[in-house]
Each structure stands twice: as structure tokens, then as C-alpha cells.
């Protein structure tokens, strides 16, 4: 596969004669994609049943006259006026019971069938309308689902949803009653319709009846791609249908709703998901005008995992955004860096967002790759930059398979939301902080999801924080004949959210001798030492255990324990601990680890090392025993600069 680059593109923003210009200026930077549509409702269908479409084709015609390919997105997430007219239940309820309005975007409900039966109308008439155009390339579905807390809607329709949701999963109300605890404090039911939705309530709701309130809300996105997605594929089953979805966005399963998408994808805003993070004001001020050097890579990784291999970044931050409280202008060189960095996880195609800034609406102050009155921004010669080295170093294929990797799972998302225990433990942090620590040494991360049942081909697997086992990760456990690292906190919970019978992390004694008695939690300030380095913060747990005691706390408790390659952690940790952690394994598992200046990090695609610079300062390289020569840039990097290396062998 070579990658491309791409745009998105509102040809109803502009005059129609600006079209023909605007595409050949986008074939002179080297764009091959163009992503329209997905906000055009209104002027397909400007009343009921009233439908424009020719002017939509007029806008392909002059794309495909330039060699341009569109990516067709469906316009669902913006519903017209009439719309709400004619459905005005349709409108999403917030969690303290209010209406949320019409006059922005995402106004709808999942749950809302007369709205996915409107959904289902005008995603058949499009494909019916444009299916063919030889410009055709892609679709995408709807826009960025859950955008704006929209996942979840506490509304008449989410409620009669989710009492038929759970009589289909649970069958009678005593297995529901059973599941959920329900004599604790006197919830039980009698029936299914006496159930209500878990918000409103007078304290927290049992964790169990909110969980599934999760999966059920989770469900309903998968099933609104799916309409969508069964359509578009039976009018072009030769083409890719994929969605955009968000950075560090866990309201609903990825990996489902990916189970009918062709292609991930994932829009990428460094500057603005830094200063929206809870990252250290230490973080946000070093990395204010590049992002966190972690982070674009991370999601990289988990959207090819999602994406089944196959990815995109459908948006790329292009300059300065409008939506974070302060928005930088990014580094000079960064939406250049940004795109190779993407290429090297194995994205197919970055597509900035978006071609010309728009004078006019909510999004007047978001940099495009030309300014309003037409002329280039300085994304723009870097979009070009980039098209010219993806030609001059020829990179093609795909990303190599890493040798460490990571489960990554979204319903262990939900359940430490859930009953955090410790205000802020997250699944996400701990799965993150192990990836940063890897990444340090330019060691190449996958990301797996939970229903991987072999971890076959991998030196190491880390399992932070989840939830609960799955059958299929039980077995890859039990089978894998590298390392492993697991905890704090996994399977430390059953599917219904209680308590397993042999306690955490409940693995049968030979594999892990171990069992968790106790957890201590406490402020992320303060800090337990562990001798020999590095320190526990946040989660700590006393564990009973036969396994051998690699690290300990200062006052004596286990931190690191071991039986044969399976290590537990028991305690959530600093950068420092995270790290000796990570570099203890990495030397029991014999990885060969890359000397990375600091603020530079690096990744294999296609035989060649990408190396990037997320510092603020030049830095200088040393050719890695693997690495042949440099085929781009040199072993001096500047800030905000990007050097590809040629491997000995194909990666
Ligand atoms: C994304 C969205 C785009 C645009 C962009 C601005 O979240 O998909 O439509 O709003 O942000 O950064």
C-alpha cells in the first residue's frame, strides 16, 4: 500500500465556481483523497423528500477532473430543522434530564428509531446517487460518533431500548436481580418495565445496572454503522467503508462498532487533546507547540488494531484549532512530522482537516491548508513537502509487527469510571504509561483487543488494569510462551461486576500464585518509595502470594512478583517505576532497545526506521545496528524534524 495524503473538503462552503480551481490546487500539493458530504443535509434535502443532489455530483465531477478520489461521508450526524420537526422525541436527553437543542451538530439519539429509519432513507438514496461515480473511493459513516458526550441519551426511547436490551440478555428479572445485587439496599424488581435508566437516582446506581447501561448505549452506536454500513457495501462491495472516530474517546467499543467497518480511522489534534488532557502543566508548557510524543502514536496503534490492520487519519491538525481554551500555533514543520509519523505506524492516507478556513460559523478561527482569503498557510507547503519525500523515499507496505504488545479494552475503561476506588485510576492511564515506558527505547508497540485468544509472535504482553477475563485472553494467558506482564487490578472483577470467588487477579495457582487481600488508596501526591528506585502512587494492593518477590515498597509490600515469565504488579507507579518495570522485562525477554535522544521517538514501516522529534531543540542521531543509511533527513534532527533510515533487512 502507498500512502497517500487527503483533505476534507466543503465544496457548499464556496462558490461553485471555485471548485475547478481549488481541486487542481489540491492535485498541485499532491492530495489524492477528498473527503466530502458529511455535514451537506441541508442542501441535499432542503425540505422532506426534496432532494439536490446534482450539485454534490457537479463538486465529484470537478474533483475526479484533477485525478482526485473522494471519500463520500454520510451526512447523518448533522440532521436538518425539518427533521427535528418532524421527530422532535429524536433529540438526545442529557444526564439531568434536559432536551439538548437543534443549532449546532450531533443532535440526535442512537436509540431513536424513527431517526435511524431517516438514517437508512437518505444513506440508500446517496449510494444510489453517487455509488458509481468513477471518483467514488471510500465512504465514511456519519461523523465522529460520541462527538460532544453524545454516546449516551437518558430519554424515553434509551429507556424502552434498554428494558428490551435487557430482557433479551437476561431473560427473566431474577437472573437480572441475581446479576446485579439487587438485595443489596432493596433494589430488586419484579419486571423488566419497572428498570429505569441509571441517572437521576438519589446515590450512585449498583455498578452492575451501570455497566450495562454502557454496553447497551455501546450497542446502539455499532447497530447505527452497521444500517449504514450493510448499504453502502451492498451498493459498492469493492470499496472501503470507515469512520472517524476521536483521541482518547472511550464511551463506546471501538472494536464493535469496527466489526462492520472496513477501515478505521481517527482524527488527530495534537495541540488541542495536549491542552484538553490531564497531562502536568510541566507536559502541556514542553510540548505546547508539537503534542505529547506518546500520544498520536498510541492512538496510531490502537486504530490499526481497531481497523482489523487497516487505517487512517481522517483529520490532521493543520495549524491552530479553535476549540481548546488556548489554541498554539504548532512548531514549525509539526503537520509534516505528524503525517510521517502516521505513515511510519502504517496509515494508508492523511487527510488534513480542512483545504480552505472558513470565514464564516463556529469554526472561523481553525487553521486550514489555505487561509480564508485563499492564499497558502504554512501547512499547506508542508502538505506539499510531504507528498514530494513520500515519493523520494518510495515508502510502501505496511507497519512491522511489533514485539511487545498491549491489551487495550474499553469496557475496563467503563468499569474504573465506574467504581474508580482511587478518584482518576484509569485503564487507559496504566495502559498508556506501559507503552510511553517501551516507546522510550524505540521498541514498536501493538495494541490488541480483548478477545485476542493468542499472543503468538510476541517477546512481551502487558494486561494493565482489566476489568475482567475474557475466555479467549484466559486462554492466551495460559498458552504464551513469552513474558507477561499483568496488573495492578486485572481480573479483579466477574463480567456482572462482582467479586471472583478466588479473589484477583483469579488465575489458577500455577500460573500465578498470587492473591490480592487488600487495596490501599491514596492522593497521586503522594508517594510510597520502592527500594531500588521509582515509587508507588495512587493504587497499591497487599497481595498474598507463593511468587517470588522481584520489587518491594518501603514498607515491605510487593510491588514486582514473578512466577516463571508471568510478572504481576501490584501497585500503580511513578514515570520512574513504570519505567525500571518495563526496562526490568525488556532485559529478562533480551529486546535489543534503540538509543533515542530525548523527545524523539520512532517506529519500522516497510524496511525503513522514521524518526521523529517531538523536542524543541536540534538533536543528533546515531545510525542503529540494524540501519544501513539515511534515506530522508540525516542523524541531525531539528526540533519539529523527521530522518527515515534503510534497515538492513526489510521490516
Ligand atoms: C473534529 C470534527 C470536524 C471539525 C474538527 C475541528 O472533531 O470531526 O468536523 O469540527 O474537529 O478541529
Given at each position: 500500500?502507498?500512502?497517500?495524503?487527503?483533505?476534507?473538503?466543503y465544496?457548499?462552503?464556496?462558490?461553485?465556481?471555485?471548485?475547478?480551481?481549488?481541486?487542481?490546487?489540491?492535485a498541485?500539493?499532491?492530495?489524492?483523497?477528498?473527503?466530502?458530504?458529511?455535514?451537506?443535509?441541508?442542501?441535499?434535502?432542503p425540505?422532506?423528500?426534496d432532494?439536490?443532489?446534482?450539485?454534490?455530483?457537479?463538486?465529484?465531477?470537478?474533483?475526479?477532473?484533477?485525478?482526485?478520489?473522494?471519500?463520500?461521508?454520510?451526512p447523518?450526524?448533522?440532521?436538518p430543522r425539518?427533521?427535528?420537526d418532524?421527530?422532535?422525541d429524536?433529540l438526545?436527553?442529557?444526564?439531568?434530564?434536559?432536551?439538548r437543542?437543534?443549532?449546532?451538530?450531533?443532535?440526535?439519539?442512537?436509540?431513536?428509531?424513527?431517526?435511524?429509519?431517516?438514517?437508512?432513507?437518505?444513506?440508500?438514496?446517496?449510494?444510489?446517487?453517487?455509488g458509481?461515480?468513477?471518483?467514488?473511493?471510500a465512504?465514511?459513516?456519519?461523523?465522529?460518533?460520541?462527538?460532544?458526550d453524545t454516546?449516551?441519551?437518558?430519554?424515553?426511547?434509551?429507556?424502552?431500548?434498554?428494558?428490551?436490551?435487557?430482557?433479551?440478555?437476561?431473560?427473566?428479572i431474577?437472573?437480572?436481580?441475581?446479576?446485579?445485587?439487587?438485595?443489596f439496599?432493596?433494589?430488586?424488581?419484579?419486571?423488566?418495565?419497572q428498570?429505569?435508566?441509571?441517572?437521576?437516582?438519589?446515590?450512585?446506581?449498583?455498578?452492575?445496572?451501570?455497566l450495562?447501561?454502557?454496553?447497551?448505549?455501546?450497542?446502539?452506536?455499532?447497530?447505527f454503522?452497521?444500517?449504514?454500513?450493510?448499504?453502502?457495501?451492498a451498493?459498492?462491495?469493492?470499496?472501503p467503508?470507515?469512520?472517524?472516530?476521536?483521541?482518547?474517546?472511550?464511551?463506546?467499543?471501538?472494536?464493535k462498532?469496527a466489526?462492520?467497518?472496513?477501515?478505521?480511522?481517527?482524527?488527530a489534534?495534537?495541540?488541542?487533546?495536549?491542552?484538553?488532557?490531564?497531562?502536568?502543566?510541566?507536559?502541556?508548557?514542553?510540548?505546547?507547540r508539537?503534542?505529547e510524543p506518546?500520544?498520536?502514536?498510541?492512538?496510531?496503534?490502537?486504530?490499526?488494531?481497531?481497523?482489523?490492520?487497516?487505517?487512517?487519519?481522517?483529520?490532521?491538525?493543520?495549524?491552530?484549532?479553535?476549540?481548546a481554551?488556548?489554541?498554539?500555533?504548532?512548531?514549525?514543520?509539526?503537520?509534516?512530522?505528524?503525517a510521517?509519523?502516521?505513515?511510519?505506524?502504517?496509515?494508508e492516507?492523511?487527510?488534513?482537516?480542512?483545504?480552505?478556513?472558513?470565514?464564516?460559523?463556529?469554526e472561523?478561527?481553525?487553521?486550514?491548508?489555505?487561509?480564508?482569503?485563499?492564499?497558502?498557510a504554512?501547512?499547506?507547503h508542508?502538505?506539499?513537502?510531504?507528498?514530494?519525500?513520500?515519493?523520494?523515499t518510495?515508502m510502501?507496505?505496511?507497519?512491522?509487527?511489533?514485539k511487545?504488545?498491549l491489551v487495550?479494552?474499553?469496557?475496563?475503561?467503563w468499569?474504573?469510571?465506574?467504581?474508580?476506588?482511587?478518584?482518576?485510576?484509569?485503564?487507559?492511564?496504566?495502559?498508556?504509561?506501559?507503552?510511553?515506558?517501551?516507546?522510550?527505547?524505540?521498541?514498536?508497540?501493538?495494541?490488541?483487543p480483548?478477545?485476542?485468544?493468542?499472543?503468538?509472535?510476541y517477546s512481551?504482553?502487558?494486561?494493565?488494569?482489566?476489568?475482567?477475563?475474557?475466555?479467549?485472553?484466559?486462554?492466551?494467558?495460559?498458552?504464551?510462551?513469552?513474558?507477561?506482564?499483568?496488573?495492578?487490578?486485572?481480573?479483579s472483577?466477574?463480567?456482572?461486576?462482582?467479586?471472583?470467588a478466588?479473589?484477583?487477579?483469579?488465575l489458577s495457582?500455577?500460573?500465578?500464585?498470587?492473591?490480592?487481600?487488600?487495596v490501599?488508596?491514596?492522593?497521586?501526591?503522594?508517594?510510597?518509595p520502592?527500594?531500588?528506585?521509582?515509587?508507588?502512587?495512587?493504587?497499591?494492593?497487599?497481595?498474598e502470594?507463593?511468587?517470588?518477590?522481584?520489587?518491594?515498597?518501603?514498607?515491605?509490600?510487593?510491588?514486582?512478583?514473578?512466577?516463571g515469565?508471568?510478572?504481576?504488579?501490584?501497585?500503580?507507579?511513578?514515570?520512574?517505576?513504570?519505567?525500571?518495570?518495563?526496562?526490568?522485562?525488556i532485559m529478562?525477554?533480551?529486546?535489543?532497545?534503540?538509543?533515542l535522544p530525548?523527545?524523539?521517538?520512532?517506529?519500522?514501516?516497510d524496511?525503513?526506521?522514521?524518526?521523529?522529534?517531538?523536542g524543541?531543540?536540534?538533536?543528533v542521531?546515531?545510525?542503529a545496528?540494524d540501519?544501513?543509511?539515511?534515506?530522508l533527513?540525516?542523524?541531525?534532527?531539528?526540533?519539529?524534524?523527521?530522518?527515515?533510515?534503510?534497515?538492513a533487512?526489510?521490516?
Amino acid at each position: 500500500m502507498i500512502p497517500a495524503l487527503g483533505v476534507c473538503y466543503y465544496p457548499e462552503h464556496w462558490p461553485e465556481d471555485w471548485w475547478a480551481h481549488d481541486a487542481a490546487r489540491m492535485a498541485e500539493v499532491g492530495i489524492r483523497y477528498v473527503r466530502i458530504g458529511e455535514f451537506a443535509w441541508s442542501r441535499l434535502e432542503p425540505s422532506p423528500g426534496d432532494l439536490r443532489l446534482d450539485w454534490i455530483i457537479r463538486a465529484m465531477d470537478a474533483l475526479a477532473a484533477h485525478g482526485l478520489k473522494v471519500v463520500f461521508g454520510t451526512p447523518t450526524a448533522t440532521p436538518p430543522r425539518w427533521m427535528v420537526d418532524k421527530h422532535p422525541d429524536m433529540l438526545a436527553v442529557d444526564a439531568q434530564g434536559r432536551r439538548r437543542g437543534f443549532g449546532s451538530r450531533r443532535h440526535y439519539d442512537f436509540s431513536h428509531l424513527g431517526y435511524r429509519e431517516e438514517c437508512r432513507r437518505i444513506v440508500q438514496l446517496l449510494a444510489d446517487a453517487v455509488g458509481q461515480h468513477p471518483a467514488l473511493a471510500a465512504w465514511q459513516t456519519d461523523n465522529e460518533y460520541g462527538c460532544h458526550d453524545t454516546s449516551y441519551s437518558y430519554s424515553p426511547a434509551a429507556l424502552a431500548g434498554f428494558r428490551l436490551w435487557l430482557e433479551r440478555k437476561y431473560n427473566t428479572i431474577d437472573a437480572l436481580n441475581q446479576a446485579w445485587g439487587n438485595v443489596f439496599w432493596s433494589m430488586e424488581y419484579s419486571r423488566f418495565d419497572q428498570i429505569e435508566l441509571p441517572n437521576l437516582l438519589v446515590c450512585e446506581a449498583a455498578p452492575a445496572h451501570e455497566l450495562d447501561f454502557r454496553r447497551y448505549s455501546s450497542d446502539q452506536v455499532a447497530a447505527f454503522n452497521a444500517l449504514q454500513f450493510d448499504i453502502l457495501k451492498a451498493a459498492r462491495p469493492d470499496l472501503p467503508v470507515i469512520h472517524n472516530f476521536m483521541g482518547r474517546y472511550t464511551d463506546f467499543d471501538h472494536f464493535k462498532v469496527a466489526e462492520t467497518l472496513d477501515v478505521a480511522s481517527w482524527d488527530a489534534y495534537p495541540l488541542g487533546h495536549l491542552a484538553r488532557s490531564d497531562e502536568s502543566d510541566d507536559i502541556k508548557l514542553q510540548y505546547l507547540r508539537q503534542g505529547e510524543p506518546d500520544y498520536q502514536a498510541f492512538h496510531h496503534d490502537l486504530y490499526r488494531s481497531v481497523g482489523h490492520g487497516r487505517w487512517w487519519v481522517m483529520e490532521q491538525q493543520p495549524g491552530p484549532v479553535n476549540w481548546a481554551d488556548f489554541n498554539p500555533d504548532p512548531l514549525p514543520g509539526m503537520a509534516r512530522l505528524w503525517a510521517w509519523e502516521a505513515f511510519a505506524h502504517g496509515a494508508e492516507v492523511v487527510s488534513y482537516f480542512r483545504w480552505r478556513q472558513a470565514p464564516f460559523g463556529q469554526e472561523q478561527m481553525h487553521a486550514g491548508l489555505l487561509r480564508p482569503d485563499s492564499e497558502p498557510a504554512p501547512a499547506y507547503h508542508e502538505a506539499s513537502q510531504v507528498a514530494q519525500e513520500l515519493r523520494q523515499t518510495g515508502m510502501a507496505g505496511v507497519t512491522a509487527r511489533g514485539k511487545v504488545a498491549l491489551v487495550y479494552d474499553y469496557e475496563s475503561e467503563w468499569a474504573w469510571q465506574i467504581l474508580p476506588q482511587a478518584k482518576g485510576f484509569s485503564h487507559g492511564a496504566q495502559v498508556r504509561a506501559v507503552y510511553a515506558a517501551f516507546r522510550k527505547h524505540g521498541i514498536d508497540v501493538d495494541i490488541l483487543p480483548p478477545s485476542t485468544s493468542s499472543f503468538a509472535g510476541y517477546s512481551i504482553v502487558a494486561i494493565p488494569a482489566l476489568f475482567t477475563w475474557s475466555d479467549a485472553l484466559r486462554q492466551a494467558v495460559a498458552e504464551h510462551e513469552g513474558h507477561l506482564l499483568i496488573g495492578p487490578r486485572t481480573g479483579s472483577k466477574t463480567p456482572d461486576f462482582s467479586f471472583p470467588a478466588q479473589l484477583a487477579p483469579d488465575l489458577s495457582p500455577n500460573i500465578l500464585n498470587a492473591k490480592v487481600m487488600r487495596v490501599d488508596t491514596v492522593d497521586p501526591s503522594i508517594e510510597v518509595p520502592v527500594k531500588g528506585g521509582g515509587a508507588v502512587r495512587h493504587w497499591r494492593e497487599r497481595l498474598e502470594t507463593g511468587a517470588e518477590v522481584i520489587m518491594e515498597d518501603e514498607d515491605d509490600w510487593p510491588v514486582l512478583v514473578s512466577q516463571g515469565k508471568l510478572f504481576y504488579q501490584a501497585a500503580s507507579g511513578n514515570r520512574a517505576l513504570i519505567q525500571r518495570i518495563v526496562d526490568y522485562l525488556i532485559m529478562e525477554a533480551g529486546l535489543p532497545r534503540i538509543a533515542l535522544p530525548a523527545g524523539v521517538r520512532c517506529r519500522v514501516r516497510d524496511g525503513m526506521r522514521v524518526y521523529v522529534n517531538y523536542g524543541s531543540k536540534d538533536t543528533v542521531l546515531a545510525l542503529a545496528d540494524d540501519e544501513t543509511a539515511y534515506v530522508l533527513g540525516s542523524a541531525e534532527i531539528p526540533a519539529a524534524g523527521v530522518t527515515v533510515a534503510r534497515l538492513a533487512t526489510a521490516g
